[in-house]
């Protein structure tokens, strides 16, 4: 566990760290790239356009995330989406929601939901069926992380038969909530036959984390690869963090697919997934509380290098709408729909152009 000492020792040596190496260029590995859809739902649209637009784009998967279609539990649709994607030589991926509960009944209930989306999954093709634990730490039960965590191992075993009858994988994501060691343990206690990684490179900074060791822990056991960047910077009660535009953030992404590359199954698709529009969190990391309370077990190497990343790095001071937020978006709709795009399409462009992703479009 981080200790105040810790904390104190580490920005000594943060100070001494060394820039993180840009490795070897992605060129030596093909990544078929698709874009997470759930980064286009200011645009509400169903399965179908969302389609469309991937195709359109010349993209080699879609990955369908909290679909807002009105088929989006009917297994004819599933049939439908399986079609289209069959016939475009598209791969897809999808997935439910997070796993823990706060009430009694939640068990159950937890089960039910992800059986529906394992069922889901392999009706439209998917070889996963991505699941959480929590939204991010807030949203944990009011248990010791170590509990939290043997309660979504349990939901896990509870499926274990029928995800291996359907031949696909639980995909956990690394959110909010835990750091990618507990997230690791998660999957290797549960059993790397059934469960792997949904590796996302945005979650990491909330949880104090630097994305490159996300990708070392995480890389091995990866069923699916994420990018989203981040600001990442000093503030006066901590660290803050910001998503922003891929290529507009402190993360080296050359770095990020390089290393990604060298630990990441073959086969396994990346996928473009910026999300604009919220505003800077600050981290309170260096109060005690962050960690005996967060993240206990904390480990000072990978403060370390999370903390020399934000030494490295500045405010995201371009001009940006950030209106995110339940009470505030409707308001301001069209003009978020219109910033999204953009930051998807710019988004696109680095990862095709600075980041040598995708197959299709090269024509």
């Known amino acids: 566990m981080l200790t105040r000492r810790d904390l ?7 100070g001494m760290a060394a820039a993180v190496p840009t490795l070897a260029t992605a060129a030596t590995r093909e ?20 389609f469309d637009y991937c195709q359109k784009e010349k993209l080699d998967a879609m990955f369908l995330q909290d679909s807002l279609d009105p088929g989006v ?9 399986r ?17 823990l509960y706060k009430t009694p009944d939640g068990f159950a209930k937890s089960v039910a939901t992800l059986r529906q ?34 309660m979504g191992l349990k939901i896990l075993r509870e499926v274990r038969s029928q995800v291996i009858d359907a031949g696909i994988k639980v995909g956990i994501e690394n959110h909010k909530d835990i750091q990618a060691w507990r997230t690791r343990q998660l999957i290797d206690a549960a059993g790397t036959d059934f469960v792997g990684s949904y590796l996302d490179t945005g979650n990491p900074v ?22 989203r960047d981040s600001v990442v910077y000093e503030q006066a009660g901590g660290i ?20 990604a590359a060298e630990l990441i199954p073959a086969g396994v698709h990346i996928y473009c997934k910026p999300i604009t529009a919220r505003p800077p969190v600050v981290l309170p990391v260096y109060g005690e509380e ?35 937020l339940n009470d505030v978006r409707d308001k301001y709709m069209d003009a978020l729909k219109i910033q999204q795009m953009e930051h998807m399409t710019q988004s696109l462009a680095y990862c095709r152009k600075e980041l040598g992703l995708g197959i299709k479009w090269r024509g």
């Open 8 to 14: 104190l020792r580490s920005s000594l040596v943060a």
């Open 31 to 50: 990544w078929r790239l698709g874009i997470n859809t759930y980064c286009l739902r200011f645009w509400r649209w169903n399965d179908r356009q969302l």
């Open 73 to 81: 539990m009917k297994p004819e649709h599933w049939a439908e989406v």
């Open 83 to 99: 079609a289209w994607t069959k016939d475009a030589g598209m791969h897809i991926e999808t997935g439910g929601p997070s796993l």
């Open 117 to 150: 989306h394992i069922n889901r999954a392999k009706a439209m093709g998917s070889p996963i069926v991505r699941a959480l634990l929590a939204g991010d730490r807030y949203q944990m039960p009011d248990l010791p992380v170590e509990q939290s965590v043997e």
């Open 206 to 227: 909330f949880v104090a984390e630097h994305p490159l060791t996300t990708v070392d822990e995480l890389g091995p056991v990866a069923v699916s690869f994420h990018l």
């Open 240 to 259: 803050a963090v910001q998503w922003v535009p891929l290529g507009e953030g402190t993360v080296d992404f050359k770095a990020v697919v390089a290393r």
């Open 290 to 324: 962050f960690w005996t309370k967060w993240f206990p077990g904390g480990r000072t190497k990978d403060f370390v290098r999370f903390e020399a990343m934000a030494k490295r790095g500045q405010p995201w001071n371009k001009p940006h709408l950030m209106a995110d």
